[in-house]
């Protein structure tokens, strides 16, 4: 293998097993598995959005086309012929039958209750999945869902729908795949190795993949916690490409050569509040709290030109974001302190919180939160942060609810799919039998999420999951803090090839390096 054909890749966690129905990573797992798994449908990484804010199209991959039925229950696949898994075990229609009824039903030698748990939004609605003939396959679904291609392009929902082989669900068993499970991808999962800052990943070309061989013959991913770290490891040549590099001197960094875009991911930064502690439960005091932030300093002072402030939980590069939505709560310390007295608390209150110390797409969660602590001081609330050190055992604590006696946790993510916006606010998804981290039951917004997902009209839909924005900013269940515009990554010009779309991973098969 020629040095000169490996592409290096600084992320700023390791990452987490290799089954991506099974994993929950975050989007560290994604970027990983993005070059060695596939799905019948996935994002087109090829075309670059004509809007700034546009979401990425979604395209056929493993399948070739698909047929919808009008009232979008019925979804028939056309599988693509002459693809293999890793292994050599063949993609058919009953490779496709076999992976989702590991995820979505019970009564299957190869379900598993972990994959099936991580997919439930994606998957709850599917009744039946039944071959047709050996390259034809008919999704059943219980009630219209139009966005159910779109969600199936998702990387890191956790899990997502990407398949593997059904050779290795047969051998292993449904629960046991963890980096032996061979994807269709360009790239496959080769070896773990330990550097200097944890667990590495190196995947080697895949000199069988049908869409054609990749001109880089491997991919090593290589995680640097601290962003320092990895900007030097840029700068230095040690790696070609770096995620999370917002808060870094991008202006020095495009100086020196390195490509920086701007875009628009599907990201968001955001305390979750958790409404079964009973000083959040007011809603006066969760709009003091967001009055009492001052995210156009915060955005200023630690990601300059990377981040900009955030008003809605609906992401960038979702479809149904909104680039004008108003912001209910800008900064007002005076009004804040008139809040808290309102709620009983006229001498301040303590707030116990939770969070990462570092991981995927955190960035800076140290200084985040001493910049929230200097803020929320101002009018009378005092935080006591408890840091946890590894991201994975922050990010399975976390899906488990917050305690009650913790005020809010924290998290960075966000989707390309409107579905996210339920799956981590909707009442029947409340943890921990969901990501609902922080209990928000609201039966309005419930009602029209439940009629959104339906709806056929994408205009109408759009309508709907605003409608369901703009009440969970006036109510508050999480507070978005900022979104990222600039330094999700960068990369030297020895990477070619590759076209930026609004997507917190990439598709490296058709990069190139010089």
């Known amino acids: 293998m020629r040095e000169d054909k490996i592409l290096r890749v600084a992320l700023d966690w390791s990452v987490d097993e290799i089954d991506p129905p099974r994993s929950f990573g975050g989007w560290n797992t994604a970027r990983v598995v993005q070059q060695t798994h596939e799905s019948l449908f996935e994002d087109d990484f090829d075309s670059a959005p004509v809007n700034f804010t546009d979401p990425t199209d979604v395209v056929p991959r493993l399948a070739v086309d698909c047929e919808i039925s009008d009232d979008f229950r019925r979804y028939v696949f056309t599988v693509r012929s002459g693809v293999t898994f890793h292994d050599g075990a063949p993609l058919n229609a009953e490779a496709i039958v076999i992976n989702y009824e590991r995820l979505y039903c019970p009564d299957s030698l190869y379900f598993s209750p972990v994959a099936a748990d991580f997919n439930r939004a994606g998957v709850e609605l599917i009744d039946k999945v039944r071959a047709l003939d050996n390259m034809t396959v008919e999704f059943t679904l219980s009630e219209a869902s139009p966005e159910f291609l779109r969600y199936m392009t998702q990387e890191d929902a956790p899990g997502s729908q990407s398949l593997i082989s059904p050779e290795a669900i047969r051998n292993y068993g449904p629960d046991e795949c963890s980096d032996r499970a061979p994807g269709t991808g360009p790239f496959r999962f080769h070896r773990r190795f330990e550097t200097e800052y944890g667990s590495a990943v190196e995947l080697r070309r895949n000199d069988s993949y049908w869409y054609g061989c990749s001109q880089i013959e491997a991919v090593q991913f290589l995680p640097f916690p601290d962003r320092d770290d990895r900007v030097k490891a840029l700068v230095?040549?040690?790696?070609?490409?770096?995620?999370?590099?917002?808060?870094?001197?991008?202006?020095?960094?495009?100086?020196?050569?390195?490509?920086?875009?701007?875009?628009?991911?599907?990201?968001?930064?955001?305390?979750?509040?958790?409404?079964?502690?009973?000083?959040?439960?007011?809603?006066?005091?969760?709009?003091?709290?967001?009055?009492?932030?001052?995210?156009?300093?915060?955005?200023?002072?630690?990601?300059?030109?990377?981040?900009?402030?955030?008003?809605?939980?609906?992401?960038?590069?979702?479809?149904?974001?909104?680039?004008?939505?108003?912001?209910?709560?800008?900064?007002?310390?005076?009004?804040?302190?008139?809040?808290?007295?309102?709620?009983?608390?006229?001498?301040?209150?303590?707030?116990?919180?939770?969070?990462?110390?570092?991981?995927?797409?955190?960035?800076?969660?140290?200084?985040?939160?001493?910049?929230?602590?200097?803020?929320?001081?101002?009018?009378?609330?005092?935080?006591?942060?408890?840091?946890?050190?590894?991201?994975?055992?922050?990010?399975?604590?976390?899906?488990?609810?917050?305690?009650v006696d913790v005020a809010f946790t924290e998290?960075?993510?966000?989707?390309?799919?409107?579905?996210?916006?339920?799956?981590?606010?909707?009442?029947?998804?409340?943890?921990?039998?969901?990501?609902?981290?922080?209990?928000?039951?609201?039966?309005?917004?419930?009602?029209?999420?439940?009629?959104?997902?339906?709806?056929?009209?994408?205009?109408?839909?759009?309508?709907?999951?605003?409608?369901?924005?703009?009440?969970?900013?006036?109510?508050?269940?999480?507070?978005?803090?900022?979104?990222?515009?600039?330094?999700?990554?960068?990369?030297?010009?020895?990477?070619?090839?590759?076209?930026?779309?609004?997507?917190?991973?990439?598709?490296?098969?058709?990069?190139?390096?010089?």
């Open 236 to 403: 230095d040549g040690r790696v070609d490409f770096a995620y999370s590099l917002e808060g870094a001197d991008l202006v020095d960094l495009s100086a020196r050569g390195f490509n920086v875009p701007e875009f628009s991911p599907p990201y968001l930064w955001y305390l979750v509040l958790n409404q079964r502690e009973p000083q959040i439960s007011d809603i006066r005091v969760r709009h003091a709290i967001a009055h009492a932030i001052d995210r156009k300093a915060l955005c200023a002072e630690l990601f300059p030109g990377a981040a900009i402030p955030a008003v809605s939980a609906i992401p960038p590069g979702a479809p149904s974001y909104d680039a004008f939505a108003p912001d209910y709560y800008p900064y007002d310390p005076g009004l804040a302190k008139k809040l808290l007295k309102d709620a009983g608390f006229p001498n301040g209150l303590v707030l116990k919180v939770e969070a990462a110390r570092a991981g995927s797409a955190q960035l800076n969660p140290g200084g985040i939160f001493e910049r929230l602590a200097q803020d929320l001081k101002k009018v009378g609330i005092q935080l006591e942060v408890n840091f946890h050190e590894d991201w994975v055992t922050y990010c399975n604590q976390w899906r488990e609810g917050a305690p």
């Open 411 to 514: 998290m960075s993510w966000g989707m390309s799919s409107d579905l996210w916006l339920a799956q981590v606010l909707h009442g029947a998804n409340q943890s921990p039998g969901g990501f609902n981290a922080g209990y928000n039951a609201d039966a309005e917004v419930d009602a029209l999420l439940d009629r959104a997902r339906r709806t056929l009209a994408k205009p109408d839909r759009t309508s709907l999951y605003r409608e369901a924005d703009s009440l969970l900013m006036k109510r508050l269940p999480i507070l978005p803090l900022f979104t990222s515009r600039r330094g999700m990554f960068a990369y030297s010009q020895r990477v070619r090839g590759l076209t930026t779309v609004n997507q917190c991973w990439h598709d490296f098969r058709n990069v190139s390096l010089k």
